[in-house]
């Protein structure tokens, strides 16, 4: 394995991060080929944190831009401050000054809102951008993010071109409730969180909830991975497993039991049909055959 | 600047994915190449995942690069014959055309094929949208069952104003417009620049927004008198409006989309003679179910999904009642297209059926022209 990649393990697994090879190794490219990354997974497995990692491991600012529907330029890159103008021109009407001079002040810096595109090409140092379930913003906006990432411009028409000095470090993620655009993805790189095996589960549950009976971790390690296999609604990510085992902790349970479950269920089983068949497949076989490791 | 060998290793690299329908762009290979810079070559897993972060773009495509991978690490370290042999079958999508009436093929294809060949013929300009003189009555009422080929050019236009219907979805985005709406600061102060004063004022509305269709076409052997006719309207459908998936099922599911993008009828009947179990028995359940696993992420809110289907179901009808209520929920509305009710005899009992009719939101004949002009009437969400 590459030096540097071991590095950015070794440096992932310092910022909280339990990692693996596929993931150092496509930041290490993102970061050597100065390109996006495009995350993609079920909900979940800790996609978005990528992104927070790679900041603290960089010691750089994170600029977070969420989509949703109907997102647009205005939202994402900039957008005149019209109340603050207006009031400005109101407040000096009576001094008669230059329409010119009036336009050029109320065209400035002052009274521009930096929205999180524009904020992450004018930082100092190379701050890391994420683009948070870009799935979630239409394909209008797809096509206006290609255009800034291209070459890191933009172009003001009061103010003038903008270059960044120091492009950021881009990472996107899609929870693949829409399909995006291939010219979207052929100029990301492209990375495929899976749910995680049992043990960097184990090691994500050891290392997340501090004070977590080894025994307790390892019994929702297993848990969690034959769960995954029966076929749910709502299969349950990582999250759920960090917020079902520190529910755990907190009950200072030190192994799964059937009443245990049962009353915690609600932290890892999020749709009413998926809890009524686990309910059922319990009451049949028990709860040992959840807690056996896979063939 | 990469190694020449390396370089020339991994173009012939990307030469295979794409024979094997990886659209792998220049830029990512020339990406890749300087990606392997950063890499350890000693480490196969290293090169492997480096690799795939840089020329696999979705999921699916990861089984193609990983069977494409392992073959060519073995033919890297034996010998270049076994390399020529690998990238020498060409690719179904460069097969050279089959004669028209090749033996063995199955009737319908026959059928389909002879159809391909009309659609061809006045294949001239651009195929879809062009007005015909006249339209008899007689035609709009008549069964599919009974329709020629050579009628179809009111069939193209029908489709044509479905898709225009589509197109008339609200969007979030808004847009400017003359008067009411909600206040553009934006531009209204832009306007007034001038004058010193906000006289006029400016407004925005939602933007209309595009539908996406979501087709999933009966194809087994009792829908067989019209599934040549509803393979015509996937296909003009899907040329007509851009955000179309189109699935066919029996047995399995197999998406057809791409299948359809073909530029002629005929290329797409060609194409679609790899789709299995064509004409087969049904069970709309389990292909519901695989829709769901593999698919769901097509349907949204603003997602109609339209099931051709005549409901005879050899599954599960519990199974089918399960899978549509879980694309029911996701999708702006559920239509359930069956040709056999344009027969003022028939009643949906089919198990299937009876099963998936309090699901649906519109269940309607797909029988002829007149009961596709009101399904068109139909499909604004």
Not at chain 1, 158 to 179: D, Q, W, Y
Not at chain 2, 37 to 59: A, I, N
Not at chain 2, 63 to 92: H, N, Q, Y
């Amino acid at each position: 394995m590459r030096e540097e990649i071991r590095k950015i393990q070794a440096l992932m697994e310092a910022a909280e991060y339990v990692t693996d090879a596929p993931v150092a190794t496509s930041v290490h490219l993102a970061l050597n080929l100065r390109k996006p990354l495009l995350i993609e997974g079920h909900a979940g497995v800790g996609k978005t944190e990528v992104a927070k990692v790679m900041a603290r491991m960089l010691e750089t600012n994170l600029i977070r831009l969420q989509c949703y529907e109907g997102l647009d330029a205005a939202a994402a890159l900039y957008e005149w401050n019209y109340q603050k103008q207006l009031l400005h021109i109101k407040l000096h009407e009576t001094a008669h000054r230059a329409v010119d001079q009036e336009e050029h002040e109320i065209f400035s810096e002052p009274f521009l809102l930096k929205r999180p595109l524009l904020q992450a090409i004018t930082q100092e140092q190379s701050p890391v951008l994420l683009v948070d379930e870009v799935d979630r913003a239409d394909e209008e906006f797809e096509a206006f993010m290609l255009e800034i990432f291209s070459d890191w411009q933009v172009t003001i028409p009061e103010i003038g071109t903008i270059k960044a000095t120091h492009p950021p470090h881009v990472i996107l993620t899609s929870n693949r409730t829409r399909e995006l655009s291939d010219a979207l993805r052929r100029r990301c790189l492209y990375l495929w969180i899976d749910y995680p095996g049992f043990e960097k589960e184990v090691a994500i549950v050891e290392r997340k909830v501090p004070g977590i009976n080894a025994r307790l971790a390892r019994e929702v390690g297993r848990f969690m991975e034959s769960l995954r296999r029966v076929r749910l609604a709502k299969v349950p990510g990582v999250a759920e497993t960090l917020d079902w085992a520190t529910a755990l902790a907190g009950l200072h349970a030190d192994h799964l039991d059937e009443t245990l479950v049962t009353e915690t269920l609600g932290c890892v089983l999020k749709d009413a049909d998926d809890i009524k068949r686990f309910r059922a497949e319990v009451s049949k076989g028990g709860l040992s055959p959840f807690l056996q490791a896979s063939s | 600047m990469a190694d020449r060998s390396l370089t020339r290793a991994v173009v012939r690299f990307a030469t295979l994915l794409r024979r094997q329908s990886l659209p792998i762009t220049p830029r990512q290979a020339i990406d890749a190449a300087r990606g392997l810079e950063h890499l350890d070559l000693g480490d196969r897993q290293e090169v492997y995942v480096g690799l795939r972060t840089l020329l696999v773009t979705r999921p699916e495509e990861v089984a193609i690069f990983d069977r494409c991978f392992e073959a060519f690490w073995r033919m890297r370290t034996e010998a270049d014959a076994v390399a020529e042999a690998l990238a020498g079958p060409s690719p179904p999508g460069e097969a050279p055309e089959p004669p028209v009436d090749s033996q063995g093929a199955r009737k319908e294809r026959l059928e389909l094929e002879g159809w391909g060949d009309e659609e061809e013929a006045d294949e001239g300009g651009e195929p879809l949208g062009v007005p015909v003189a006249s339209e008899a009555e007689a035609l709009v009422t008549r069964d599919f069952s009974t329709f020629s080929a050579d009628q179809l050019d009111e069939l193209l236009r029908l489709t044509v104003q479905i898709a225009r219907r589509l197109a008339r979805r609200v969007s979030r985005r808004r847009r400017p417009v003359r008067r009411r709406g909600r206040l553009d600061l934006r531009r209204t102060l832009r306007a007034n620049l001038t004058r010193g004063e906000i006289i006029e004022l400016r407004y925005r509305q939602r933007k209309r927004r595009k539908v996406r269709l979501v087709l999933l076409c009966d194809v087994s052997g009792s829908m067989d008198l019209y599934s040549r006719f509803l393979l015509q309207f996937l296909f003009a459908l899907q040329h007509v409006f851009a955000r179309v998936e189109t699935f066919t099922f029996s047995v399995h599911l197999t998406r057809v989309t791409d299948y359809l993008r073909a530029r002629s009828y005929r290329e797409v009947l060609r194409r679609l003679q790899d789709v299995r179990d064509w004409s087969g028995g049904t069970r709309i359940g389990e292909s519901l179910a695989e829709f769901n696993r593999r698919w769901t992420h097509l349907v949204d809110r603003r997602t109609i999904v339209i099931l051709l289907s005549d409901g005879w179901d050899t599954g599960d009808p519990e199974v089918l009642a399960t899978e549509l209520l879980r694309i029911k929920r996701r999708a702006g509305r559920v239509i359930w297209l069956n040709p056999l009710l344009g027969n003022p005899s028939y009643q949906p009992l089919t198990r299937g059926m009876a099963a998936a009719l309090p699901l649906v939101d519109h269940f309607a004949a797909a029988h002829n022209l007149a009961a596709l002009r009101e399904l068109a009437d139909r499909l604004h969400l």
